[in-house]
Each structure stands twice: as C-alpha cells, then as structure tokens.
C-alpha cells in the first residue's frame, strides 16, 4: 500500500495544469489566452517557452495560475471575463468583470508572458 501511495502522489505531479483567460468587450472583441505546463514544458498560446522561466516572467506565471481577484457581481462597463484552471481532472471557474486596478495587475501578467513569448 506504501507504493502505491508513493507511486500515486509522484504521478499525480506530473498532470498538466492550463489556464484559460477569455475575456471580451463591450465592442464584441474576443480574446482567449491559454497557458499550460504539461511535463515541466511551459507553454503560451500554443508556442513552447521551455522547461524554466526567467524570474519575472515564473513569478507572472504563478500569479495568474492563482487568477483574479474576485469583484463581485456588478455592472460590467468594459467587458466580461472567464477564468479557467484545470489541473488534472478538476476544473475551477471565475467569472467577472473586466475593469479595475485588480484585474488591470492580473492582465499586465499575461502581457509579461506574450512579451517573453515573443522575445522581446
């Protein structure tokens, strides 16, 4: 029963974690980020960024796999947001708006990952 325990827990590190941000405007624009780790191999949007980060860019990473800050029901001015984090099979959902210094912070997050992405 101890291996198997031990067996468990080293393969249950190994599942992917994505994140996905969609959020949309009062315009109709649409955009959809996706982040994923899967076997230690991190990757944005589709293009692989390696096995390691540079310091601001894992510290931008592990911000927005913990999400947004929530708001609370309330009128959306500026648009609307879904945040999605699956980690194996379980699957957490946040919904808001998307305005405010909260969110401003957590979006800043997702441009510092693009820029590195990018190579910038």
Known sequence: MRYFLLVFFMSASCFANEVILDRTNKSGIRKIDILKKDKGIYTFDGKSLGKTLPPKVA????????????????????????????????????EGCAEGADYGRFVQYIEDIRTHAQGK
Do not use: M
């Open 59 to 94: 510290a931008a990473w592990k911000q927005v796999e913990r999400g947004p800050a929530s708001a609370g029901k309330q009128r959306c001015h500026a648009g609307t947001y879904i945040y999605i984090n699956k980690v194996s099979n379980k699957e957490t959902r946040k």
